[in-house]
Nanobody, 110 residues
Framework: QVRMVESGGGLVQAGGSLRLSCAAS?????????MGWYRQAPGKQRELVAT?????SSNYADSVKGRFTISRDKNTVYLQMNSLKPEDTAVYYC?????WGQGTQVTVSS
């Protein structure tokens, strides 16, 4: 049974930090495929935030470069978010191998 369990969302003031985590299990390809974080704000389409390959190569959306850091430890992917802005408010989803996490709410107050 595939599981992708996210945690770490919450409410934070602008300029603050949060760390998201997503533990994936139940599929052998999680360890060899890329993992990523996406987000969806109200009324907007889901957008890519960051991805990381099994070898550790990462890519970021321009809007989060220099503020967010993606990392992974085998089948767990993390997103360290610093210098948060109100426009970062969204539901954040982890993704890998065709599977999505349940989403975790991040709210940044001004």
């Amino acid at each position: 049974q595939v599981r992708m369990v996210e945690s770490g969302g919450g409410l934070v003031q602008a300029g603050g930090s949060l760390r998201l985590s997503c533990a994936a299990s139940g599929n052998v390809f999680f360890s060899i495929n890329a993992m990523g974080w996406y987000r969806q704000a109200p009324g907007k389409q889901r957008e890519l935030v960051a991805t990381i390959s099994s070898g550790g190569s990462s890519n970021y959306a321009d809007s989060v470069k220099g503020r967010f850091t993606i990392s992974r430890d085998k089948n767990t992917v993390y997103l360290q978010m610093n210098s948060l802005k109100p426009e970062d408010t969204a539901v954040y989803y982890c993704y890998s191998t065709g599977f999505w996490g349940q989403g975790t709410q991040v709210t940044v107050s001004s």
